[in-house]
């Protein structure tokens, strides 16, 4: 079994920087954008940012900022986070990808875990981050006190600065004539499982981390799993652990939003990314035709860069706006948890989706059309960016796009979801 030590400080535990305020959090990210910038091929190379950015993470207070009060943190809302990952974004955003996707989900880990769990795992107060991924591991055995993990599996984001991993694996259920297997939801500390480094061999996003890794046996204290859950879909209609605990509704919430919303955050800041590479080069280029002007002073150029503007623009307003109804929906399940349903949740996944496709596609038909092919030399900076869009429009969720419009139909015209397959 692993090891789990048990928190002896006396909560809530004292914040580094007790009057942090979320803009203060926003402006440090947005502060970055040079350093990011500068590091972006390094990070590429090295497949995830580096120790210093990270020390400098951990002490500006950025892995803290979903987690609880009670644990030291400053227990900032989604729209914050959004912001955040947003500006890290328009610098890197290999860098924002690997750095949100460990960040987050100590917003899933305080709203669905009971206070024991939450205790153990952040009552000391020091770094925590945790990776995620909804693909199954393999399989989990039940032991006497837990779960036994064997298995693998990849595109784990964030993976190399986390001290924790939430994963599914199938739970086995014994004899030739058993059922199909239900999903587990664990959680598992950094040493249970094993990195192995091998990610970097795709067209973009090299530097966010999205390392493999491997469980050989370790087993985890059943409390620290949730058992026929499937993370994507966490019932939430009889309250929450962590909304019981500490009296946020944010900790009342359910993941699709959050998660898809977080991908789309990254998708607007590399779009306005490659648009502020664009506009460096309406000052510093010719234009294409005679006479000879600055791109600046160039009708289609101005038009050009108008409507990429614009769409970029309308992109991020529509995802703020997503964030702000998924903070009301916690509000609202506040009072009557059942409020935050399936159909809201994959309504504002939904909603992320389109984001993250219209920033692919403003920066691929408006900007890379137009740039001209200096700026896809290896190493520029819209090339690179151009390269972290195009593999983030085909994520595995954002590819579930058209999947997601009948899902969305069918819950709301009042066909279950396991229903959907009936006609």
Same mark, same amino acid.
């Given at each position: 079994m692993t090891t789990i030590s048990q928190p002896t400080a006396q909560f809530p535990l004292a914040q580094p920087e007790p009057g942090l305020t979320s803009k203060e959090l926003i402006a440090r990210a947005a502060a970055l954008r040079p350093r990011l910038l500068e590091e972006a091929a390094a990070t590429e190379? *090295?497949? @995830?940012?580096?120790?210093?950015?990270?020390? +400098?993470?951990?002490?500006?207070?950025?892995? *803290?900022? @979903?987690?609880?009060?009670?644990?030291?943190? +400053?227990?900032?809302?989604?729209?914050?986070?959004?912001?955040v990952t947003m500006e890290l974004a328009r610098g890197c955003p290999s860098t924002a990808w690997c750095w949100s996707l460990a960040a987050a989900h100590a917003l899933q880990l305080s709203s669905w875990f009971d206070q024991q769990t939450q205790d153990e795992i952040l009552g000391s107060g020091e770094h925590f981050a945790m990776a995620s991924v909804a693909q199954p591991i393999g399989v989990a055995t039940r032991t006497a006190g837990g779960w036994q993990l064997k298995g693998k599996v990849g595109y784990c984001s964030g993976i190399p600065y986390s001290t924790h991993f939430m994963g599914q694996a199938f739970m086995s259920k014994p004899g030739p004539d058993a059922p199909p297997p239900e999903l587990l939801l664990f959680l598992a500390p950094r040493e249970a499982y094993t990195i192995i480094y091998d990610w970097g061999d795709i067209i973009g996003l090299k530097g966010s981390g999205s390392h493999t890794i491997t469980f050989d046996g370790a087993e985890v204290p059943a409390r620290w799993t949730m058992e026929n859950t499937f993370v994507a879909d966490v019932d939430v209609s009889r309250g929450t652990p962590g909304f019981r605990l500490h009296g946020n509704p944010m900790y009342g919430g359910r993941m699709m939003a959050t998660f898809t919303g977080n991908l789309a955050a990254v998708a607007v800041g590399a779009?306005?990314?490659?648009?502020?590479?664009?506009?460096?080069?309406?000052?510093?280029?010719?234009?294409y035709m005679p006479p000879p002007l600055p791109r600046r002073l160039d009708p289609d150029f101005q038009r050009w860069f108008g409507s990429a503007l614009t769409k970029i623009s309308t992109a991020e307003a529509a995802l703020l706006n997503q964030a702000d109804q998924h903070m009301e929906l916690c509000e609202r399940a506040a009072e009557d948890p059942t409020q935050y349903t399936y159909f809201e949740d994959y309504r504002l996944g939904c909603i992320a989706r389109e984001v993250i496709q219209q920033c692919w596609e403003v920066v691929q038909s408006e900007l890379w059309r137009t740039v001209g092919s200096s700026a896809g030399a290896h190493g520029q900076r819209i090339e690179r960016t151009f390269r972290d869009l195009a593999t983030a429009s085909a994520h595995r969720n954002v590819s579930l796009r058209d999947w997601n419009y009948g899902d969305l139909a069918r819950a709301h015209l009042g066909v279950a979801p396991h229903e959907r397959n009936a006609d």
């Open positions: 190379e *090295r497949t @995830y940012y580096s120790a210093e950015l990270h020390d +400098y993470f951990v002490e500006a207070g950025f892995y *803290r900022l @979903y987690i609880p009060r009670r644990y030291g943190g +400053y227990e900032f809302d989604y729209p914050t986070f959004v912001k779009a306005y990314n490659a648009l502020d590479e664009y506009e460096r080069f309406l000052y510093e280029k010719p234009a």
